[in-house]
T-cell receptor, first 114, second 110 residues
Framework: GAGVSQSPSNKVTEKGKDVELRCDPI?????LYWYRQSLGQGLEFLIY????????KSGLPSDRFSAERTGGSVSTLTIQRTQQEDSAVYLC????????????FGPGTRLTVL | GENVEQHPSTLSVQEGDSAVIKCTYS??????FPWYKQELGKRPQLIID?????GEKKDQRIAVTLNKTAKHFSLHITETQPEDSAVYFC?????????FGQGTILTVHP
């Protein structure tokens, strides 16, 4: 079946602009995660959606970052007033249900802020 | 919050040798420990995982061990092949939220 998809695959923007990154999880997966991977670094947790529960936003680095998940499926990560330090690969993952289910990653969106 | 330390940061082995990567975690509430392989420019792919009610798990050439008392877990790859060359990440999960180690660059020389 189809895996996790993300769009766009690459995004170049100017400092100060807003960007929206999209994630389509695997059909039927109720858990959705956003991570950030800076060049040569590990993955940093950003936010976690599980079903209809309130999202765990504890990893968002500043109030410029926000995310929504509409209809329990597609998610959008929004970064307002982008800064150069926001440049990274943003990865989305989804999991079937429980907290110990395998997380399947999308291909990521490479964000470059000039 | 949870903190995961991973060692070594780089590992170079000859084809056919074994490779061992070790991770420690800080929060005893972590209950799920996946290992991901990431090739250059690709997404992380799960290679093996272990849950906190199990001490060891094996899948062909790959095995993972977990010591809950000491809060550490390890990845063992036997009979390494050049295609095993990649970055390997360990992670620890509390209620689904993964905290990753910094990664190990594994190079397998033919």
């Amino acid at each position: 079946g189809a895996g996790v998809s993300q769009s766009p695959s690459n995004k170049v923007t100017e400092k100060g602009k807003d960007v929206e990154l999209r994630c389509d999880p695997i059909s039927g997966h109720t858990a959705l995660y956003w991570y950030r991977q800076s060049l040569g670094q590990g993955l940093e947790f950003l936010i976690y959606f599980q079903g209809n529960s309130a999202p765990d936003k504890s990893g968002l680095p500043s109030d410029r970052f926000s995310a929504e998940r509409t209809g329990g499926s597609v998610s959008t990560l929004t970064i307002q007033r982008t800064q150069q330090e926001d440049s990274a690969v943003y990865l989305c993952a989804s999991a079937r249900a429980s907290s110990t289910d395998t997380q399947y990653f999308g291909p990521g969106t490479r964000l470059t802020v000039l | 919050g949870e903190n995961v330390e991973q060692h070594p940061s780089t590992l170079s082995v000859q084809e056919g040798d074994s490779a061992v990567i070790k991770c420690t975690y800080s929060d005893s509430a972590s209950n799920y420990f996946p290992w991901y392989k990431q090739e250059l420019g690709k997404r992380p792919q799960l290679i093996i995982d272990i849950r906190s009610n199990v001490g060891e798990k094996k899948d062909q050439r790959i095995a993972v061990t977990l010591n809950k008392t000491a809060k550490h877990f390890s990845l063992h790859i036997t009979e390494t092949q050049p295609e095993d060359s990649a970055v390997y990440f360990c992670a620890a999960s509390i209620r689904g939220k993964l905290t990753f180690g910094q990664g190990t660059i594994l190079t397998v020389h033919p």
